[in-house]
């Protein structure tokens, strides 16, 4: 099921794609607006092992093709992002 979830600060939105993203088989995309939201979010999965992919500005041809390997392994369970790089031609295929 396909969801757009849109809930101000503070009020559990990280539960809404963190608990799909661990039991389902299938990726989950995470826009978030600040970046430094998105670098604590990333922090906080990374320790907890869950498998997970950033997209935005300054990512390495490197990181997109471990990022492209983990999708298409259906390894990839989390695909941040931030809405700026949601437009660029290079990210399209991503998303």
């Known amino acids: 099921m396909d969801q757009i979830i849109l809930l101000p600060t503070g009020s559990g939105k990280s539960i809404c794609y963190m608990l799909p993203a661990v039991l389902k088989r299938s990726i989950t995309v995470v826009v978030l607006p600040l970046l430094a939201l998105l670098r604590d979010q990333v922090k906080r999965l990374k320790s907890r092992g869950i498998p997970l992919g950033v997209v935005r500005g300054g990512v390495t041809e490197k990181e997109y093709g471990e990022i492209r390997e983990g999708i298409e392994r259906k390894e990839m369970r989390i695909l941040f992002t931030i809405p700026e790089a949601l437009s660029l031609k290079k990210n ?4």
């Open 92 to 95: 399209v295929s991503f998303f």
